[in-house]
């Protein structure tokens, strides 16, 4: 007699957008809220995934511990433009979990192998470029007690367009998986973007410390008869206009490069300009 086997159907396990968005949610507003030197942003990642991880895996099960083993290891990125590496991982674990061959040292790998070249994007893009930019337009409402048009308006611009620009990379990740990001990584345009965001970044830097960085000085020289030689505009001024407040920029710059804490460098700023100023050196610092 032939036996009748009857396979088991397992109905395929699949996300919602809504459960993606709900995850982006999550690491947006709490990568960064149990940072720590052993782990990083590893709890966050944890946190991000956990209500992903329970409906593909279940919530006791020997899969859902695997699976927040594999998350606990150390991860540090750029939160925004280092959120695709977290949509794609949470592709990957819904092809895992729908029984792809994907195993923990693939998933750990994308995460180690892309969290460095996408957090390198992102802070250029973000606090090399966006910032200065944003800053260009409402430092000047702000330095005149504008407030609206000052810090609020740069509150809103910057989350606005921070979040607009995470929310679309984290579903680009989510939606192209990791073969998607690693072309944008290798493709010939991104060379090109990173070197125009440095450029403009450091433009706009410049024109900002020469804009609003204030140093003068009303040291002179008697020379013979009623002859006197003015530092500032005879000799400074004639040389490079602005040679003094680009000289506090650099050095602010130098200071910053041997890995001085800001806080020290503000500090060191305020000290010697405070010197300077009541040996009546310098003038008009601010």
Not at 80 to 91: H, Q, R, Y
Not at 199 to 224: H, Q, Y
Request: hydrophobic share 45%.
């Amino acid at each position: 007699m032939e036996e009748n086997v009857v396979e088991q159907y397992t109905p395929e396990k699949k996300l919602t957008k809504r459960e993606v968005v709900s995850a982006f949610w999550r690491w947006t507003f709490f990568s960064h809220a149990n940072y720590n030197y052993e782990r990083l942003q590893a709890t966050g990642v944890v946190h991000a995934l956990s209500p992903v991880l329970k409906k593909l895996y279940g919530k006791d099960s020997d899969e859902m511990k695997s699976a927040l083993e594999r998350h606990m290891q150390f991860f540090n990125t750029e939160p925004s433009f280092g959120g695709p590496i977290l949509s794609m991982t949470i592709a990957m674990e819904e092809q895992k979990a729908n029984g792809a061959e994907i195993g923990d040292a693939t998933i750990n790998g994308l995460k180690t192998g892309l969290m460095g070249p996408l957090a390198g994007i992102g802070d250029t893009l973000w606090q090399g470029t966006l910032i200065p930019i944003l800053l260009s337009f409402t430092l000047a409402f702000g330095a005149e007690g504008n407030i609206l048009l000052g810090p609020v308006a740069f509150f809103v611009l910057h989350l606005g367009i921070m979040t607009s620009i995470a929310y679309f990379l984290w579903m680009k990740g989510y939606e192209t998986g990791k073969d998607g990001i690693q072309k944008m990584l290798s493709g010939s345009l991104l060379p090109y973007v990173m070197t125009f965001a440095q450029t403009l970044g450091a433009i706009v830097i410049g024109s900002l410390a020469a804009s609003f960085v204030k140093v003068g000085t009303d040291t002179s020289i008697k020379l013979s008869g009623d002859k006197v030689l003015s530092m500032q505009t005879d000799v400074l001024d004639t040389l490079l206009l602005g040679l003094l407040p680009l000289g506090a920029t650099m050095l602010t710059y130098i200071l910053l490069k041997k890995k001085m804490k800001p806080t020290t460098v503000l500090l060191i700023l305020i000290v010697g300009g405070g010197i300077l100023a009541a040996l009546g050196i310098l003038t008009n610092v601010y």
